[in-house]
């Protein structure tokens, strides 16, 4: 083999970290003999071979790989050989997942730091296992040293000062203020002149405190003495769990397949004790933390927008598996539709059922208009509600009723005048009085009759129009095409499912995957009207306070137990809100 390179140029470019030069390509990221860590070995071999089929000579620590022709056979003990090599460096990289999220468990347990930068006000040092210091580190220093560990210890005093400020203000005072006296006194906010990177983007941080600086030193658990870790996961292989790392799951991906970093519930928080005295106590942590969550007003169980325009299947959409509700939530640019159940509900007792919220909206449409909408539709329609509107005129109780009081009423006059009549040469005070009495009871009669009459008259007037009433309904049915006609405009389709009470029903079932188990949209009943419900719908609370509720309830009376949870009522008896249905205000 030969290089233009020199010996040189090489050194060069490893001192320089330089990848490419001339016909030298150096992988940094691979130290060992592999190509590649590929969770399926096979790829790892496809890879080698497209290199080599591409003229490539491969030089790995242990064996030279030469160029092959397309459509060369390979040696099938190389084959072999390259498949093994490849299956046990994915099994590597599982391994060493798994090591050093255990690793990270234990050091946070024993109050040592995990790794990465300290906090504002504290620095790191190196300690024996003991806890001895030994010496405080550079920023950024490497050191591995056996039998030491790395803490973080509380300090500058400068810095440990603007903390305690801090902590007093932020009690009585919104964040955002503290932030801002701050700047206007001068403090160096943390980070001022590092230079970081977000979402890709390289910037300078700015030298200003913000509220979020603020909230972040204020509830730092340092600050009670206590290391954390797992406050996000991250990594495509194994994630953390305070019991050890775990597999990933669904949601553990991005929508494009690839892992992403996710943000852990607090009770998955793993502590440990650190090695120095509290800077302040437990009671003011735990104040102040709930002040400024009382303050932020817990953006989680802040009611959400309630728009129709974006979340047209609103309470309309259900997943048949479980029979609850599906929650919108913003995906990609757009939406989806996700089980309640799953959503709010944790540990999940339902899968992580989910459709594209404009392919569920347009489905939907889509039957409406093959049902409702076909040409001729109207004059059908029309005729149809005119035979209705005369059946239902004719076998209209008010209207008969009408006819029947309004002869009683006449022959009860009939009967009052002829008793009026003989009341006047009545032979006896008796006879006279007994005809008062009965004229008195016709008069009651009477005053009962009228108001019947009223009644029933202003029953019959809502159908003594039934041109009106069809046109009614025909403006209606008209407005369908056009509400229909707009795919673009959420707000109208919402509209239209609302006139027709469109109710969209999904079967999901899970498919394997290559990485993972996917669950599918397998079937689906959609209902206009007053069709019934082919399941069984939830209709509990959903509200995630309501059924943490119901859930300490059952644990404490076990024989409580029902499956709709509808025997529980929180709240002492109001109706469990739902706080989790539609979106946020501001989101998509
Ligand atoms: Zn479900």
Request: aromatic letters at 6%.
């Amino acid at each position: 083999m030969r290089f233009k390179a020199t010996p040189a140029e090489i050194k060069g470019m490893i001192k320089s970290g330089q990848a490419v030069s001339g016909d030298i390509f150096f992988d940094y990221c691979v130290p060992e003999n592999k190509m590649s860590r590929p969770d399926d070995p096979l790829e790892g071999v496809s890879l080698e071979n497209e290199c080599r089929e591409l003229g490539i000579t491969l030089v790995f620590m242990d064996r030279t790989m030469d160029p092959i022709k397309k459509g060369q056979r390979r040696e099938i003990s190389e084959a072999i050989v390259a498949i093994v090599d490849n299956d046990q460096s994915g099994k590597d990289r599982i391994e060493l997942a798994e090591k050093s999220i255990c690793a990270q468990l234990s050091l946070v347990r024993m109050g040592f730091s995990t790794g990465g930068r300290p906090p504002y006000g504290s620095y790191r040092a190196l300690v024996r296992v003991d806890g001895e210091f030994v010496r405080e580190l550079e920023e950024g220093e490497v050191l591995r040293r056996h039998g030491h560990h790395v803490v973080w210890l509380p300090g500058p005093e400068s810095k440990l000062a603007v903390i305690r400020e801090i902590l007093e203000k932020v009690e009585h005072t919104p964040a955002g203020r503290v932030a801002r006296y701050l700047n206007e006194k001068g403090v160096p906010a943390p980070d001022a002149g590092r230079i970081r990177k977000d979402l890709g983007v390289t910037h300078l941080v700015t030298g200003t405190w913000n509220a979020n600086t603020i909230k972040n030193i204020a509830t730092n658990p340092l600050l009670r003495a206590v290391t954390s870790y797992g406050k996000r996961s991250m990594g495509d292989l194994r994630r953390m769990t305070p019991e050890g790392p775990r597999l990933l799951e669904e949601n553990d991906y991005r929508p494009d397949g690839e892992p992403k970093v996710i943000r852990n519930d607090e009770g998955q928080l793993v502590t440990g004790t650190a090695r120095f005295e509290p800077l302040i106590t437990a009671e003011k942590a735990e104040r102040i933390a709930s002040i400024l969550k009382k303050r932020a007003g817990s953006q989680r169980d802040k009611p959400r927008s309630q728009e129709p325009e974006k979340n047209p299947l609103g309470a309309r959409i259900f997943d048949a598996n479980c029979g609850w509700p599906m929650y919108r939530e913003p995906y990609l640019n757009s939406f989806r539709y996700v089980c309640a159940k799953y959503h709010q509900t944790k540990p999940r007792k339902c899968d992580h059922n989910c459709a594209d919220g404009i392919t569920a909206a347009k489905l939907a449409l889509a039957v409406i208009r093959q049902k409702l909408l076909p040409p001729g539709m109207r004059s059908r329609l029309e005729s149809k509600l005119r035979e209705g509107i005369a059946a239902a005129t004719r076998s209209e109780k008010a209207d008969g009723e009408v006819v029947v009081r309004q002869s009683e009423l006449a022959e009860l006059r009939l009967q009052m005048t002829r008793a009026e009549r003989n009341a006047a040469p009545a032979e006896s005070a008796e006879m006279f009085q007994g005809i008062q009495r009965i004229h008195g009871e016709l008069k009651l009669r009477e005053q009962q009759l009228q108001r019947d009459l009223a009644t029933l008259q202003v029953q019959s007037n809502s159908l003594a129009n039934p041109d009106a009433t069809i046109q009614a309904a025909l403006a209606l049915v008209e407005r369908l095409p056009s509400l229909a006609n707009d795919p673009d405009s959420l707000e109208s389709i919402g509209e239209l499912f609302c006139i027709v009470n469109a109710e969209l029903f999904l079967n999901f079932h899970k498919v394997q995957k290559r990485k993972r188990i996917e669950n599918k949209v397998l079937s689906g009943i959609f209902t206009l009207g007053d069709a019934p419900s082919p399941i069984v719908k939830y209709k509990g609370p959903t509200g995630r306070r309501a059924l943490q509720q119901i859930a300490d309830y059952q644990c404490k009376n076990p024989e409580s137990l029902s499956p709709s949870g509808s025997v529980f009522q929180t709240d002492s008896g109001r109706k469990a809100k739902s706080s989790g249905n539609g979106n946020r205000a501001g989101g998509i």
